[in-house]
Nanobody, 121 residues
Framework: QVQLVESGGGLVQAGGSLRLSCAASGTFYSINVMNWHRQAPGKQRELVAIMLRTGQTNFAASVKGRFTISRDNAKNTVYLQMNSLKPEDTGVYYC???????????????WGQGTQVTVSS
């Protein structure tokens, strides 16, 4: 079983920055994908950023150029660095991961409980 715990959310002024963390713990063989999603008030949940095991990344058009994603493999942690924040970035941010649970190539998906990000104007 794998647990994902997000941290780093909070209140920040427009134009500021914030770094979110997602730490994975439990029993697993490898992490294939780690992603960040967000859900703004009155909006559907959207995919914000992707990090593949290879290190390849991709971002939603709305955040490209402002957000970056990185990882610390030794800590099984991914980070979402958010710069030049806008009020429309407000929402609950969720970490999720696709993990290989055993050497037999079994894949499972896990989600964190989310962390609130509020950007004031």
């Amino acid at each position: 079983q794998v647990q994902l715990v997000e941290s780093g959310g909070g209140l920040v002024q427009a134009g500021g920055s914030l770094r979110l963390s997602c730490a994975a713990s439990g029993t697993f063989y490898s992490i294939n994908v780690m992603n960040w999603h967000r859900q703004a008030p009155g909006k559907q949940r959207e995919l914000v950023a992707i990090m593949l095991r290879t290190g390849q990344t991709n971002f939603a058009a709305s955040v490209k150029g402002r957000f970056t994603i990185s990882r610390d493999n030794a800590k099984n942690t991914v980070y979402l660095q958010m710069n030049s924040l806008k009020p429309e970035d407000t929402g609950v941010y969720y970490c999720n991961a696709v993990v290989q649970t055993t050497a037999a190539q079994t894949l499972r998906e896990y989600w964190g409980q989310g962390t609130q990000v509020t950007v004031s104007s």
